[in-house]
């Protein structure tokens, strides 16, 4: 039973690892090819995350392959840490944004979204001035509002009205 959890876990790692190497690139060619603020601001988490999985997937598989327990325990310690991390983050996003709900306008294929219906913590964010430019250099470079322009003309008001758009497309309007 031991030998085929080693195994089992050394193949998931292995794979693991493998998948860091594309991530690993990507923020390396964002560091060198990143044109935009938005990418810009990708490229270091982006590749702290390729070289965190890297080594966490390496000493997996050290630990399940050679049999170093203390590189196992190590490792179940950070996937412990990452599975509370994770559920922290998930919490943080409900309480954030659980007020946002937004409210219905009547005739309207749209909610209409206020700034205070959202947490004090991400009304200060999106005020700063340095975060918004981040942020709307990001959604102009996404192209979010592309499906509103019909052959380069905008639509009629009544159409527009009856649009069903997304938050961030009505927020950027």
């Known amino acids: 039973m031991v030998r085929v959890s080693n195994n089992l876990v050394g193949i998931l790692n292995f794979i693991t690892f493998l ?8 923020g390396i060619w964002l560091s060198r090819q ?3 603020e938005c990418e810009r601001f990708l490229e270091k988490p982006v590749i702290a995350l390729g070289v965190f999985l890297m080594l966490v997937s390496l000493a997996g598989l050290v630990g399940s392959c050679c ?7 190590i490792y179940l310690l950070v996937m412990f840490l990452l599975i509370v991390l994770l559920f922290c983050f998930t ?3 409900f309480v954030v944004t659980n007020k946002g ?6 005739q309207k294929g749209y909610k209409e979204y206020r700034l205070g219906d959202y947490s004090n913590w991400l009304q200060k964010r999106v005020n700063n001035q340095k975060n918004w430019n981040r942020i709307k250099s990001c959604l102009h470079d996404s192209k979010v509002c592309q499906s509103l322009i019909d052959d380069g003309s905008n639509p009629p008001v009544d159409q527009f009205y009856h649009e069903h758009l997304s938050a961030l497309q009505f927020f950027v309007l």
């Not at 998948?19 to 990507?26: D, F, H």
């Not at 049999?67 to 325990?73: D, G, K, P």
């Not at 709900?101 to 009547?106: N, P, Q």
Request: glycine share 12%; hydrophobic share 65%; aromatic share 12%.
């Open 101 to 106: 709900a937004g409210v219905v306008v009547s």
């Open 91 to 93: 919490i943080f996003a």
């Open 67 to 73: 049999r170093v327990s203390w590189l196992l325990w």
């Open 19 to 26: 998948l860091s190497i594309p991530i690993l690139a990507g």
């Open 34 to 36: 990143g044109s935009t």
